[in-house]
């Protein structure tokens, strides 16, 4: 017979001990080296300095950074580690509640609104939205038609078509953004919100009570005011009658939960709508915006893609069918987003006391940002992790490659439900653009990312011809 001693071995965050940067001081830590502008990035370069796995004390407050595939294993396990709102996700609670991105695991509405959404984003309803989609590049296309040799404001435009398609398919609403010349107020309210959030997410209540007043009553005036508009869109499609227009707010008025019956409520129908407007916009028009400079400055690259684009488009319109066809295409949109994951990392907490990698003690309820920029730059990836390689993705390679190597989606019970969406999105809108346009890069643009909660290549700029 076998006994098992009981063990008294306690885990205990205090004997946790990791790489961070030198000169920490008493009570402020490791203060001086935090950078709120580029958190991110910032994050990605301790990381090539200190190791896969470090921390910044910031005050007492302990962050910890992973960026190794090994450790993610673990920690992308929903048994052992659940999603936690770090800053500032926690903060865009404000606006989106507990809407599919920012609710905690705990709360009943995110089971009930995960379980109606989710046949709205397989592979295969993609078919009912692909019109739609083509209609808003068909408007980039046009939109650019008479500026030959201009400038053009690549992520301002990108963006533009990524809000009119998730306006349209999501919620029937039509922004008009390349009719007007003004921003539509919906967006400049949603963008000062996403910028507010972004910084006073690492300020203090106070300063944010004095300092930046003005700016926290606009912050509260803006939230009221998309809650608002957003009702009225929701109440317009009760009075139309809802089921006829087969997009997400159909969905949401009609559908129930199967497992428990229950519909979504009109106040949590906002809270959805407004998360689709920050998860599933500025995420893909970023990528896009990437795929696009990368594009520009590789033209063998850009070459190859539109020699696939010509066999597989053989009608008018790139058909449904057609654009899981785009298969260099598709790469194109994955080493885009491996280079510049636009939503940067995630945050995971402990479920229970643990052993991370056997080596690091972690505490219930302590959390761990992963640090997408820097697991995608791994040394696993070889020795040009900054090189654009779409074939990096070709099937062999990506079966060849550590399973935890790339997570631009997430991944588990909290991974993004938008996947499929976007990248049927990006595919269709680079192809088209490939197909009508040629690509001139400013020679004097060197590639900086500007952080937003998402990333952006900041100010990059590019001259389009009409192929002929
Ligand atoms: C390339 C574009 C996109 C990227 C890189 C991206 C990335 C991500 C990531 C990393 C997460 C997980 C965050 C976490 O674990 O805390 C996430 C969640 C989510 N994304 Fe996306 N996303 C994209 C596009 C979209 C689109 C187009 C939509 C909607 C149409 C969308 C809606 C959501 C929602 C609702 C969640 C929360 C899911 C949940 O927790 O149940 N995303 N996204």
Same mark, same amino acid.
Request: aromatic letters at 10%.
């Given at each position: 017979m076998t006994t098992t001693t009981p063990t008294t071995d306690r885990i205990r965050a205090s004997d946790r001990v990791l790489p961070h940067p030198p000169y920490r001081l008493p009570i402020?830590?490791?203060?001086?080296?935090?950078?709120?502008?580029d958190s991110s990035q910032w994050g990605m370069r301790g990381a090539q300095k200190y190791g896969d796995i470090y921390e910044r004390n910031i005050f007492g407050a302990r962050v910890t950074y992973v960026s190794s595939p090994e450790l993610m294993g673990e920690i992308n396990d929903d048994e052992k580690w659940a999603k936690f709102l770090g800053v500032p996700i926690r903060d865009l609670r404000s606006v989106a509640r507990d809407g599919l991105f920012t609710a905690h695991n705990s709360e009943p509405n995110w089971a009930k609104a995960h379980a109606i959404l989710a046949p709205s984003f397989t592979a295969a309803a993609m078919k009912s939205y692909h019109t739609t989609m083509q209609a808003c590049v068909g408007e980039l296309i046009e939109h650019w038609a008479d500026r030959d040799g201009e400038w053009i404001d690549i992520p301002g435009d990108t963006n533009k078509v990524a809000l009119e398609v998730i306006g349209r398919t999501g919620f029937g609403y039509n922004f008009d953004s390349f009719a007007r010349t003004d921003e539509h107020p919906i967006v400049a309210a949603m963008l000062r919100i996403l910028t507010y959030v972004n910084r006073s997410a690492y300020s203090h209540p106070l300063v944010e009570h004095t300092v930046f007043r003005k700016e926290r009553a606009q912050h509260r005036a803006d939230v009221e005011f998309v809650n608002r508009e957003v009702d009225a869109v929701i109440a317009q499609r009760q009075r139309e009658g !809802?089921?006829?227009?087969?997009?997400l707010l159909d969905r949401m008025l009609t559908a129930a939960d199967p497992e428990t019956g229950q519909q979504l409520d009109a106040q949590n129908i906002r809270h959805q709508i407004l998360t689709f407007l920050a998860a599933g916009h500025e995420t893909s028009a970023g990528v896009m915006a990437f795929a696009l400079h990368y594009l520009s400055v590789n033209p063998e690259i850009a070459e190859r893609a539109r020699q696939e684009i010509a066999e597989v488009w053989t009608g008018d319109e790139l058909e449904f069918g057609q654009v899981p066809k785009l298969r260099y295409v598709r790469r194109i949109v994955d080493e885009s987003l491996r280079l510049w994951?636009? !939503?940067p990392g995630y945050f995971r907490k402990a479920r229970h006391d643990t052993m991370l990698g056997g080596k690091y003690p972690f505490e219930k309820g302590e959390w761990v940002f992963i640090v997408l920029l820097q697991l995608h730059r791994h040394r696993l990836w070889g020795d040009e992790p900054e090189r654009f390689d779409p074939d990096r993705f070709l099937p062999e390679r990506v079966r060849a490659r550590h399973p935890e190597l790339y997570r631009p989606f997430g991944v588990g019970m909290r991974a993004c439900i938008g996947r499929q969406f976007a990248y049927h999105e990006i595919v269709l809108v680079l192809a088209t653009i490939l197909h009508n346009y040629d690509l001139v890069p400013d020679p004097n643009y060197q590639l900086k990312v500007k952080e937003t909660i998402t990333l952006k290549p900041d100010q990059l700029r590019l001259k389009v011809s009409r192929r002929s």
């Amino acid at each position: 017979m076998t006994t098992t001693t009981p063990t008294t071995d306690r885990i205990r965050a205090s004997d946790r001990v990791l790489p961070h940067p030198p000169y920490r001081l008493p009570i402020l830590g490791d203060v001086w080296d935090l950078h709120v502008t580029d958190s991110s990035q910032w994050g990605m370069r301790g990381a090539q300095k200190y190791g896969d796995i470090y921390e910044r004390n910031i005050f007492g407050a302990r962050v910890t950074y992973v960026s190794s595939p090994e450790l993610m294993g673990e920690i992308n396990d929903d048994e052992k580690w659940a999603k936690f709102l770090g800053v500032p996700i926690r903060d865009l609670r404000s606006v989106a509640r507990d809407g599919l991105f920012t609710a905690h695991n705990s709360e009943p509405n995110w089971a009930k609104a995960h379980a109606i959404l989710a046949p709205s984003f397989t592979a295969a309803a993609m078919k009912s939205y692909h019109t739609t989609m083509q209609a808003c590049v068909g408007e980039l296309i046009e939109h650019w038609a008479d500026r030959d040799g201009e400038w053009i404001d690549i992520p301002g435009d990108t963006n533009k078509v990524a809000l009119e398609v998730i306006g349209r398919t999501g919620f029937g609403y039509n922004f008009d953004s390349f009719a007007r010349t003004d921003e539509h107020p919906i967006v400049a309210a949603m963008l000062r919100i996403l910028t507010y959030v972004n910084r006073s997410a690492y300020s203090h209540p106070l300063v944010e009570h004095t300092v930046f007043r003005k700016e926290r009553a606009q912050h509260r005036a803006d939230v009221e005011f998309v809650n608002r508009e957003v009702d009225a869109v929701i109440a317009q499609r009760q009075r139309e009658g !809802a089921g006829e227009h087969g997009d997400l707010l159909d969905r949401m008025l009609t559908a129930a939960d199967p497992e428990t019956g229950q519909q979504l409520d009109a106040q949590n129908i906002r809270h959805q709508i407004l998360t689709f407007l920050a998860a599933g916009h500025e995420t893909s028009a970023g990528v896009m915006a990437f795929a696009l400079h990368y594009l520009s400055v590789n033209p063998e690259i850009a070459e190859r893609a539109r020699q696939e684009i010509a066999e597989v488009w053989t009608g008018d319109e790139l058909e449904f069918g057609q654009v899981p066809k785009l298969r260099y295409v598709r790469r194109i949109v994955d080493e885009s987003l491996r280079l510049w994951p636009t !939503a940067p990392g995630y945050f995971r907490k402990a479920r229970h006391d643990t052993m991370l990698g056997g080596k690091y003690p972690f505490e219930k309820g302590e959390w761990v940002f992963i640090v997408l920029l820097q697991l995608h730059r791994h040394r696993l990836w070889g020795d040009e992790p900054e090189r654009f390689d779409p074939d990096r993705f070709l099937p062999e390679r990506v079966r060849a490659r550590h399973p935890e190597l790339y997570r631009p989606f997430g991944v588990g019970m909290r991974a993004c439900i938008g996947r499929q969406f976007a990248y049927h999105e990006i595919v269709l809108v680079l192809a088209t653009i490939l197909h009508n346009y040629d690509l001139v890069p400013d020679p004097n643009y060197q590639l900086k990312v500007k952080e937003t909660i998402t990333l952006k290549p900041d100010q990059l700029r590019l001259k389009v011809s009409r192929r002929s």
